[in-house]
């Protein structure tokens, strides 16, 4: 790619070469990190998507298929994976057996006829500037079918660890909060929205209690208008919007 062709748009530039290029934070995983994420991902499965395993499923920005790797572990079976990489989408179409499309996300729900009962975006959101973003959610509104759900998980920008996950990849253009969630969701036409911190998967039920304490105590300290106090460490934050 020549330098013409980067200024026009750095962030795919940079996103294609995040395979080729070895990047820390995105190497292909091995199996026990999709069996260590599983809890994660199945707590938000069991508590916001259809029981139905032939439901119609999109993930936007596929990655190497943690996501995946935890609803086909609980039986889903039609799972289209969209993403830009293509070593990403070749790597979960021949590991997971699922429709893997490389494309870009708003070319593909702008001359997509498809609709999908849950649509996942997990770090993808704040990749786009806001424009896309408004462009992007709605083209997601209107694959939905009735009653569809989307699912994202965007940098949360009121933790404790808000400023540094908004800045932790150099693609990254904006973070979130339950507001900004409910107004673009809202304006699109979502008519229920709920934002939730990132689960907090603990095996020590100890441990987890005293940091929900220890949460409380800071959100009270610095006053801050947390419904949920677990959002103050929570670096992301999950929307769920339901058509």
Not at 104 to 128: G, M, P, Q, T, W
Not at 211 to 233: C, E, Q, T
Request: hydrophobic share 40%.
């Amino acid at each position: 790619m020549d330098n013409e062709q980067c200024g026009k748009d750095y962030r795919r530039h940079i996103i294609l070469k995040w395979v080729s290029s070895n990047i820390s934070t995105f190497k292909k995983p091995r199996e026990n990190e999709y069996f260590q994420r599983f809890s994660y991902y199945n707590y938000l499965i069991e508590r916001f998507f259809p029981k139905n395993d032939d439901a119609q499923i999109l993930e936007i920005g596929c990655g190497f298929g943690y996501f995946i790797y935890s609803l086909k572990k609980l039986g889903y079976k039609n799972i289209d994976a969209l993403d830009i990489i293509p070593e990403c989408v070749s790597y979960v179409t021949n590991e997971f057996n699922v429709n893997g499309i490389c494309e870009d996300a708003i070319s593909f729900l702008r001359n997509n006829n498809k609709k999908y009962d849950v649509i996942i975006a997990f770090d993808v959101v704040e990749h786009f500037n806001k424009e896309e973003i408004v462009v992007l959610t709605e083209y997601i509104y209107n694959s939905l079918k009735d009653a569809g759900i989307f699912i994202m998980r965007v940098p949360y920008g009121g933790s404790l660890g808000g400023l540094y996950i908004r800045y932790s990849g150099f693609t990254h253009e904006v973070a979130f909060t339950e507001l900004s969630i409910e107004e673009l969701f809202r304006t699109v036409g979502f008519n229920r929205i709920i934002c939730i911190p990132e689960p907090d998967i603990h095996p020590n039920l100890i441990k987890s209690s005293i940091k929900k304490i220890i949460n409380k105590i800071i959100v009270k300290a610095l006053g801050l208008p947390m419904k949920d106090p677990n959002f103050i460490r929570s670096i992301n934050i999950i929307g769920i919007g339901f058509k």
